[in-house]
């Protein structure tokens, strides 16, 4: 098992890795709408909040040698379902085919007051 870390993403809040290697997987811890420069919240649409979920996602993806495309499985998290289309949308030009098995959760409250986060599994096979 090792831990994988980039300053190019959000620094983890809590007690938590930014991703973790084990074998030939690279698990990813949630992300969400967080200028990795700042640490601030970006302001914006659902759209907004999910292009920078997914380069974040990415960006830990990339210390690891791998990217969206090796993606295996993801699980979003987004407050309000009626966002869900607009997230979507966003989501498949971010990922391509064959897409990840995903999983879609309409959550109340999350950590930090972000309308969507996203983690992902994805595969470091193809390195």
């Known amino acids: 098992m090792r831990e994988r870390h980039t300053e190019n993403a959000p620094q983890s809040i809590g007690s938590f890795s930014q991703a973790i290697e084990d074998g ?3 698990y990813v811890s949630g992300q969400g709408p967080i200028d990795p420069a700042s640490g601030e919240r970006i302001e914006g649409d659902v759209a907004a909040q999910t292009a920078l979920t997914l ?17 295996v499985k993801t699980t979003v998290f987004v407050r309000d379902m009626d ?13 391509s085919e064959p897409y990840p098995a995903r999983s879609a959760v309409e959550i109340v409250r ?8 996203v983690e992902a599994i994805a595969t470091a096979a193809n390195r």
């Not at 974040?56 to 210390?63: E, P």
């Not at 966002?83 to 990922?95: R, V």
Request: hydrophobic share 45%.
């Open 55 to 71: 380069a974040n996602v990415d960006a830990i993806l990339q210390a690891a040698g791998c990217s969206l495309d090796d993606a």
């Open 110 to 117: 999350l950590p930090v007051d972000i309308d969507v986060e």
């Open 83 to 95: 966002d869900y289309d607009a997230l979507n949308e966003l989501y498949g030009k971010y990922l």
């Open 24 to 26: 030939n997987r690279i």
